[in-house]
């Protein structure tokens, strides 16, 4: 039997090269099982995307606390690095077509967020110690987590990406680059 973790990696591939879009018998070819066995795992395809974001998210949390533990890197630069952490195996994906969730699979679309509005205590963390540090201002944590939430909502609830010809990653470094530079002294 195929595990779910298995199908979960096949999962990305496609979605890296067909978008949302592809179908459950696109998927069953791709991993070379059948849709039976693919539902057997997870019933319905939103169920396999719910669990994809869970799946990418833990990814995201365990890059991060490789960041928090690796003592080679100054305040400023792990702060930026956790802002726009992305593991190594996700770099390529892309994630420009994300605004479609919102429409389509407004349950998924509802967890990303969730994601992205929850485990925010490490990047705290840093932001208070390059307080004490001298090399951040005085700014509001609470308000940088706002502004990188708000940034990067709008990534799925428009096509922003899409129109201006830039990856997920372009575009979350992008706005890391600007909030860094603003709350840096």
Known sequence: MI?????????????????????????????????????????????????????????????????????SLDTITKVKKIMSVMPERYQEIDFSTLHILMKRYPNIYKKV????????????????????????????????????????EQFFQKDILVRNNITYNQGLEEIVDIIIKGISK
């Not at 059948?34 to 719910?50: A, H, M, P, R, V």
């Not at 799946?55 to 928090?68: D, L």
């Not at 205590?121 to 609470?142: C, H, M, P, Q, Y």
């Open 3 to 71: 595990s779910k973790e298995v199908v979960l990696e096949g999962t990305l591939d496609i979605y890296n090269r067909k978008g949302i879009k592809f179908t459950m018998d696109e998927l069953s070819k791709e991993l070379k099982v059948s849709k039976k066995t693919i539902y057997y795992l997870f019933d319905t395809k939103e169920k396999l995307f719910l669990a994809l974001v869970d799946y990418v998210f833990k990814a995201i949390k365990e890059s991060e606390q490789k960041i928090m533990e690796d003592d």
């Open 113 to 152: 967020v969730f994601n992205l509005e929850t485990g925010w205590d490490a990047t705290f963390e840093l932001l208070e110690k390059g307080k004490k540090e001298g090399v951040i201002r005085d700014v509001n944590s609470e308000l940088v987590k706002h502004m990188t939430e708000a940034s990067l």
